[in-house]
């Protein structure tokens, strides 16, 4: 017990020691951000604690100036600058409080501006110094205190990135933007991304892509980089997946069939045109069979329909490799009465002329005598009745007829139904009988012949005879003549 009176004692003495100058026993701090990036403004205070009054305070402040740029000096409440600004380090400061102050306080903020440059990670403060109290003048020495400001790195470039386990070619942390080519079979990506800086990272959702799916043709990855001072870069990598799959969607065939007939139609046919009328009578079901000229290529809506009477429209969509797609449309005009194929006329024409043939609605078979120049200048010309349903097919060469030769008129149905077929046929017979007139006109010939030449020879004779008349005169005109002499 009485060596506890005595420490307290001693303890107390202390304090009852005159003087101007004691121990510290007002804290200081500085109250500096942990961290800060280049460029980046910060305000470091500086708080003091003093459990009597004070009424000023002498500090020397010291702060580097290659990474640290001082802006200002703002005064805490109550307190007033002795000391002139300056932005040299170190800084020696004073501030005066006219009325004293007890408890916690801020002095002074001094605001400062990392230095765009500043090539250190980390930067240290100090201050220390010493306060006055209010009533008797007392200084007191304040413990110095430092305080250290990591300097946030702004770098947030990449020192290597690779495509499925190798750089680039032409990788450098400068360049952002980059195209590869890659095979068809090349089908995933794996992208690694090294930071130049440990203290970068990646934002999210753009981090470096691993066993991302390629599509044919162009990809797009992006990668961010984001910066301790959280700064952003972006590097974009187009990857350009070779498309090396058919683009064929054309329909080599297709069939339309049904328990009466078959329509077919080949890739000639469906290369004019995508949409196929056709006029059906009576159906009550079809299928249809469709095959792709790209095996590749896959086929949607070839199979069974049910038909009505009247329109029915169906779509045939053929899908190439590529995905390309090409839509065949059907339209189907189902009747409900048999399809016309009669004809309301056959006419002939020779040299622009008709020959009537005598034509008659329920007949189909007729004969027609010709003489032989009918090879090089005869017409046949039917007239369908119903052209939109049906039209006709000549089987035969017109170009070499002869004697009993048969030409068959066939008027089909215009959608190929085979069961739907009217025939006509014409038969020519040749000529081979004897002309009266023409006869009678070589008769007449003949005889005027004759009696031309007949008339022509007696000519000649009366001709004769009076030159021969004229010469006897003459050679008697000249004997008499003579004999004169």
Do not use: C
């Amino acid at each position: 017990m009485k060596h506890i009176k005595l420490l307290l004692l001693a303890i107390l003495s202390i304090f009852l020691i005159p003087g101007k100058v004691l121990a510290a026993n007002d804290p200081i701090t500085l109250n500096a951000p942990k961290s800060a990036s280049n460029d980046e403004e910060i305000s470091v205070p500086i708080r003091l604690y003093s459990a009597v009054a004070i009424d000023n305070f002498k500090a020397t402040f010291t702060y580097e100036t290659t990474a640290l740029e001082l802006l200002n000096i703002e005064n805490g409440s109550g307190w007033t600058a002795v000391s002139k600004f300056s932005q040299e380090s170190p800084l020696f400061l004073e501030f005066t409080n006219e009325n004293g102050i007890t408890g916690d306080t801020v002095v002074a903020t001094l605001k400062f501006k990392v230095k765009k440059d500043a090539a250190k990670k980390n930067t240290t403060l100090s201050v220390e110094g010493t306060t006055t109290t209010k009533a008797d003048q007392t200084t007191n020495v304040l413990q110095k205190v430092t305080s250290t400001i990591e300097i946030r790195s702004t770098d947030n470039s990449l020192k290597d990135l690779k495509f499925n386990g190798n750089t680039l070619d032409y990788f450098s942390p400068n360049i952002y933007s980059y195209e590869l080519q890659v095979a068809a079979n090349v089908t995933t990506a794996d992208f690694e991304a090294t930071p130049n800086d440990k203290t970068a990272t990646f934002k999210a959702k753009y981090e470096p892509k691993k066993g991302a799916s390629l599509d044919y043709g162009e990809n797009i990855f992006e990668i961010i980089v984001v910066s301790a001072s959280n700064e952003e870069k972006k590097y974009t990598v187009k990857v350009i997946r070779q498309d090396n799959r058919g683009e064929n969607n054309n329909l080599n065939s297709l069939s339309i069939v049904s328990d009466k007939t078959i329509y077919s139609y080949d890739k000639t046919e469906l290369s004019k045109n995508l949409t196929i009328n056709l006029t059906t009578h009576k159906l009550e079901k079809i299928e249809i069979n469709a095959e792709p000229q790209d095996p590749k290529a896959t086929i949607d809506g070839a199979k069974e329909y049910e038909l009505k009477i009247g329109i029915n429209e169906i779509k045939i969509t053929v899908t190439s490799e590529k995905k390309d797609q090409k839509v065949y449309t059907l339209i189907i005009n189902n009747l409900d009465r048999e399809i016309d194929t009669s004809l309301s006329d056959i006419t002939l024409f020779y040299d622009g002329d008709e020959l009537d043939i005598g034509f008659e609605k329920d007949k189909y078979d007729y004969e027609v005598t010709y003489n032989s120049r009918f090879n090089d200048n005869l017409v046949i010309k039917p007239i369908v009745n119903n052209e939109e349903e049906a039209e006709v097919v000549f089987d035969d060469d017109l170009s070499k007829l002869s004697a009993g030769s048969k030409i068959t008129i066939r008027v089909v149905a215009k959608n190929g139904a085979k069961d739907v077929e009217t025939t006509y046929s014409i038969t020519f017979l040749k000529d081979n009988r004897i002309n009266f007139f023409l006869v009678l006109g070589i008769i007449i010939f003949v005889v005027l012949l004759i009696i031309f030449i007949k008339l022509f020879i007696n000519y000649k004779k009366e001709k004769k005879k009076v030159i021969e008349t004229e010469k006897d005169l003459e050679k008697t005109k000249r004997l008499e003549k003579i004999n004169l002499e």
